[in-house]
């Protein structure tokens, strides 16, 4: 998939550096010129986005917006899908969380990330009644409004949100909107997570983010049906 050819630098530079040299092969010298054009600024916005430093500048700018998790209780522990290789540190974190008594109920959400990680609650030893959650959602927009849905319901207004640093923000703003306290508690990325991987989702998280705001939402809205 296009995901993975960008996760492997050798292998998109390799593509780029191709793309440039067609570029520069074109007989028409204005669409050669703009197609070199093109292809240079592709392979240096790769290059920038790929790189360290990305990475490392653009966590600390969204951990900075980030509320140390305080300890306290909540009515439910609410843990966003980020994909297969996620989960399972997730899991851990929600089922560490429920064993300290910090709520009664863990919340996986996320279509085929929501199963996955029930089974691996289970395997930490946190039984059934103890979990729920929502098997539907795509984005952190739907995992605010499907969990409002199941949970507002049943009396849930305080819940500990569990997700990464890069995609906390976001999220904490969007769950905010539908009336919900939110407690953060960020988890770490897979151990095997790249540093090309980890600056990729910085930047989306960043666009993610702003795209969001413009749209208009983190303004309060009415509680979904």
């Known amino acids: 998939t296009s995901q993975n050819v960008l996760a492997r630098p050798y292998l998109a530079i390799a593509l780029l550096l191709l793309l440039l040299l067609w570029a520069w092969?074109?007989?028409?010298?204005?669409?050669?010129?703009?197609?070199?054009?093109?292809?240079?600024?592709?392979?240096?916005?790769?290059?920038l986005i790929a790189s360290p430093i990305m990475s490392v500048v653009g966590n600390r700018l969204l951990a900075a917006a980030i509320s140390p998790d305080t300890g306290a209780t909540a009515d439910a522990i609410v843990v966003l899908g980020r994909?297969?290789?996620q989960n399972r540190p997730r899991a851990q974190v929600a089922a560490t969380l429920w064993q300290a008594k910090r709520a009664l109920l863990?919340?996986?959400?996320?279509?085929?990330?929501?199963?996955?990680m029930a089974d691996l609650?289970?395997?930490?030893?946190?039984?059934?009644?103890?979990?729920?959650?929502?098997?539907?959602?795509?984005?952190?927009?739907?995992?605010?409004?499907?969990?409002?849905?199941?949970?507002?319901?049943?009396?849930?207004r305080k819940i500990i949100l569990v997700t990464d640093v890069a995609h906390m923000?976001?999220?904490?703003?969007?769950?905010?909107?539908?009336?919900?306290?939110?407690?953060?508690?960020?988890?770490?990325?897979?151990e095997n997570t790249s540093s090309v991987e980890k600056s990729f989702l910085v930047v989306r998280e960043g666009l993610?983010?702003?795209?969001?705001?413009?749209?208009?939402?983190?303004?309060a809205r009415e509680t979904p049906r």
């Open 25 to 47: 092969r074109l007989q028409s010298t204005q669409v050669k010129r703009a197609a070199i054009a093109v292809s240079l600024l592709f392979l240096l916005g790769y290059v």
């Open 83 to 85: 994909g297969p290789e």
């Open 106 to 116: 863990i919340f996986p959400s996320g279509r085929r990330d929501a199963p996955i």
């Open 121 to 156: 609650l289970r395997q930490s030893g946190v039984p059934d009644r103890a979990i729920a959650g929502d098997a539907c959602s795509l984005t952190t927009e739907q995992n605010a409004e499907f969990t409002t849905a199941a949970l507002w319901p049943e009396g849930v």
């Open 169 to 190: 923000l976001r999220s904490r703003l969007v769950f905010e909107s539908f009336g919900f306290e939110v407690i953060e508690h960020v988890t770490p990325l897979a």
């Open 208 to 219: 993610g983010v702003l795209s969001y705001g413009a749209m208009g939402r983190y303004a």
